[in-house]
């Protein structure tokens, strides 16, 4: 245990649990888009319901033999909270450190090399936790849904959470904010980890730009195409409408 | 030339320091820009003004002494130039340059432009050297190291320790110095048996001095005045990683790097 | 003050004395070294090694420095290189060519066993160095490069881009570090040492003054060693770092240390012209740049074309006509006085016509500009900032600029002063250039000095002279640090309408021009007649703001200018006495008809040791004693570079 603390005590060692919580959370992420994009993919023949609600299904029955019903889903659900909480709290050390280590600011400022993204970390970061805990609120539990949330109909409720133009807005908005996060945090994660080189920086540099941009787009895709109508699948003003009432 | 300074003036670390307003005429373009100081002291100790303490000696670029943030910019406008390198053709006429310190917790201002660096000497005490004494030495080509191996090396060698990574982090982080210091030792064969000892001693001691955490934000490459890369901060990443592994799985020490 | 000069070289073949000198030194038991405190001043190559290797063996050691870290002293600055006789090239070098090269380069006026002994050991620096990590470049298979440097044929030059005294700096420096971190050796930065304690004729301590809070101290102990370098910038302008000073020789010279042909300074030949008034310090690039570069002026007096739009013929690279084997590659007294020598004649280049070109067109041409940037890239670089001018498309101009001084205390073989007890090494010393320094020998002297030399004849000297016993409470300690407070009180009190900075750069035109490159006798007593009025003036007109208790560079400037006020009255003195010319004290009244120096063994084969005799009239006075230098091993013979 001496050793575990030791490194996590030093500005390194924090930054390599970033890193791998970060690396944790953009796999998550990516993941996560790729189940989003089930949006597009229209209602089942067979079974009348929605492909997307057949995959929330999935997440729920996979594994189940062995663990349970949702017991891998609650495994991968711990697991990340695990995650996000380790990053924030060593997000949170390592802020307040190099905070207390320039204690004057320069009369003048001007920087060379950091962009908007990397300094904006931290309030990226802050934002995105806010976000998604709100998101959590939305469309896991319904909390804060805009109305008639009913769990299981995860197409449903993504069709009516996203009605009121402020809350597609709130979301391609916060995946802006996560996509310049990732833009800075994924090379920074490879240079955290120590894998970078001359040769391979560029790729990188590279990977961080694809895995931002590719997050942005689908991510938004979403909200956007829910809101505006855009998407196959029970979207006719009737069905909206029967939801509604329900 | 025409030169409106704000220098930053601190009688002492205790107190309060400030901005003054010196206006400048007749600068020459060819002096340099701590001979634009000198001129200035010269004018401020002839009133009976205290003049302006700054560090510096070797004037060359070399020693590592000058610790002056010009216009928000360790070393000035000038890349891979130390402010005692910096000219004033790089300024134009009549422009409005602010002097300060090097702003960092731990670097605390002396008097004016002088800090104090001393955390950089306990980094380097900490573990920046091969053990070997005097006179034990084995013969000079016995070890062959390849020409590759000797400039990336070399190019980490090169730090001045001025501290110019440092003032110019927003975060206050020393992890290039550390860097540095940590590659240039740990690339040559030489280096390898203390490699993992040396570089968490140095690490450690790092944090000890009030540095802040690097964010790979790049601002240090970019003031380096010898354009020393980060790809030293990520070696020095890599090895604290397997340092650390290396200890977990063999907490005797071994197996260390050979 | 006369001295009973013994310089204790052993007896014995040459290449046989230092082996036999170890082996007759006195050893200290191991347990008993941590009993003794050694001081070393200064913490550049020598200091930092010296202070290192003797905190390895054991000894208790406080090291001084009066910069903010000992990692900036000013032998980082140093560019080209380090020789060591390794005859990796092979290429016929060896311990005896190195010995000659140096003994002749210094126009025969040093010892010979001492810079046989610097020759032996240079082979040692270099493994020691590599082992503690210093990237000297290397070959593609991995084995260390050389270059050549002037006044060598054989190419034996170990060097780190250009940086090579850093790279060497920054190995003593992180061994000095370790010594540090395992309290053998307490390191006090920004402390200037001001005097020396000497009781009983042996040197006890020093008092220090920090330069921080303006505190005045004294540190006792058994041996003291002053690593403080040179003093060029007693010509104000010169290629030394601004704080380099001769206060702690100066301040050894008034307490009894003989100090040694102070006349002897290096002019080095490769520096940036000054640009203007407005100069602080002078520039050097390093000699290496002559390996490739050319050197010329035009044929014709006063040619202002553009450098390219001279035609070939009418050029005069008058290194490679004057002296066509050594050519561009000639030692550096000789390139900088054939430069001053075509300026005189007006033949100069760029402002004032102070200023010769160094082109590396054909070089450019023969070797690709890839080459040539791998090479020098560094300091075209710096030229390039520093004038505006850009060398890979137009030659650089160059001027010689006082750069190093050869002469410093007197030493005996085991690197001890006049004074029991208190060693010199290093620059600080005179031994072992003579009269002239070769390139990329600086460096080596420094650290044989201070890693092989010092660690073993302290240890001589403390077993045969036991522990200092002075304790500080001792009436001598405190009337030192009383008169020491009071120079500083003086000094805080000068209240006149000059700056220190203004003084210093009349003195250092007066040396320049009537101590400098060349001296004749009549110039020479104008500068004494004139060095006094300076000093008087320094006393009555200069201004010194703030106080004695905090930071204050003016203090500190003022009072190593008072030092160095007092100091070139003797080194003209020196230059006056020594009637013949040899290395860098070209004596024009004493040049062979085709204007070499013409040096005078029978009358001048010595060394000049001056002690303080007291003070006349408010003016110190000096006496002379002389260690006759004897060769046995080389011939004694003009020095050709033909």
Redesign the interface.
Known sequence: MG?VRN?Y????????VMAVTGLILVLFVIGHMGGNLKFFAGIDAATGTHKLDHYAAFLRTMGSELFGHAGVLWMVRVGLLVAVLLHVVSAVQ?SR???????????????????PA??S?RYGGMFLFVFIILHILHFTTGTIHYQGFEHGRVFANLMSGFQPWYVPMLYVIAMAALALHLY?GV??M?????????AW?NGARCIAKIVAVILFVGFSSVPLAAHFGLVEGDNTPTAMAAIVER | MKLTLYVWRQKSAAQEGEFRRYDMQEVSPDSSFLEVLDLLNEQLILKGEEPIEFEHDCREGICGCCSMVINGRPHGPKKLHTTCQLHMRNFEDGATVYVEPWRAAAFPVVKDLVVDRSSFDRIIQSGGYISVNTGSAPEANSVPIGKEVIDTAMDAATCIGCGACVAACPNGSAALFTAAKISHLGLLAQGQPERYDRVLRMVDQMDKELFGSCTNHGECQEACPKGISIKYISMMNRDFIRATAARVMDPKGAMKAQ | MQFQLDAKIPSGPLDRKWSKHKFDLKLVNPANKRKYTVIVVGSGLAGAAAAASLGELGYNVRCFCYQDSPRRAHSVAAQGGINAAKNYRNDGDSVWRLFYDTIKGGDFRARESNVYRLAELSVNIIDQCVAQGVPFAREYGGLLANRSFGGAQVSRTFYARGQTGQQLLLGAYSALSRQIAQKTVSMHTATEMLDVLVVDGRARGIVVRDLRTGRISTHLGDAVVLCTGGYSNVFFLSTNAKGCNVTATWRAYRRGAGFANPCFTQIHPTCIPSSGEHQSKLTLMSESLRNDGRIWVPKQAGDKRHPSDIPESERDYYLERRYPSFGNLSPRDIASRAAKERCDAGFGVGPGGLGVYLDFADSIKRLGRKVIEERYGNLFEMYESITGEDPYTEPMRIYPAPHYTMGGLWVDYNLMTTIPGLFAAGEANFSDHGANRLGASALMQGLADGYFVVPYTIGDYLARSGPSGLGSDHAAVASLEREVGDRIKKLVSLNGNRTVDSIHRELGRLMWDKCGMSRNAAGLREALQKIPAIAERFWREVRVTGSGEELNQCVEKAGRLADFLEFAELMCIDALERNESCGGHFREEYQTPDGEALRNDNEYCYAAVWGLRGTEGGRLTHDLTKEPLTFENVHLAQRSYK
């Open positions: 050793l490194f005590r030093t500005t390194v060692g924090k930054k390599v390592l450190l190099s905070m207390a280590a320039r204690p004057r600011s320069y009369a003048v400022q001007s920087f060379r090399s950091a962009t990397s300094r970390m800075h090379w920074s490879f240079q955290t980890m120590g894998v970078t080189s001359p920086n």
